[in-house]
């Protein structure tokens, strides 16, 4: 399978995938190492999570993502995560992932160094695509397919 290259740029993630208190796809959390690693690590898990929310809302041809090449990775990823229940799984990046998405799901802690400034992310985001939704419907609403076809006739 192909896979993004470690050290990828913010929209190339590089995977990580393990929640805070351990389990990952290869970067163990450090234990007592500098707080700039654990900071590095919290960041990696972040990135992951929001990666994985873009795949799973994607509608990008596959390898035409204008956000990332590496799209059609985690949607294939996002796809077996979803159908997977193996906790033994090899698939790259399944457990992990699954790992972190079920904290992310459950997590309440308004605290939380991974869970929380990705909420915070998702809904900003949300803001934007309802301002720009009524921004198009100030604008005279949606404009049907056939409204676009009869306008161009004319």
Known sequence: MDEPPVGAAVNDVDGGGGVVDGGDAGD???SNEEPRLERVYIVKQQRWL???R???KCTAPLNNCPYTPHCHVARALWIH???CTNPQC???RCAPSRELLKHH???????CPVCAPVRDAMLKQRAVLLDQEQDNMSDGGW???????ADSDA
């Open 143 to 149: 404009v049907t397919e056939a409204e676009a076809e």
């Open 54 to 56: 873009h795949a799973s």
């Open 105 to 111: 799901q459950y997590c309440r802690d308004a605290y």
């Open 50 to 52: 929001l990666f994985l």
């Open 81 to 83: 995560v979803c159908a």
């Open 90 to 92: 090899n698939y790259p």
């Open 28 to 30: 163990a959390p450090p």
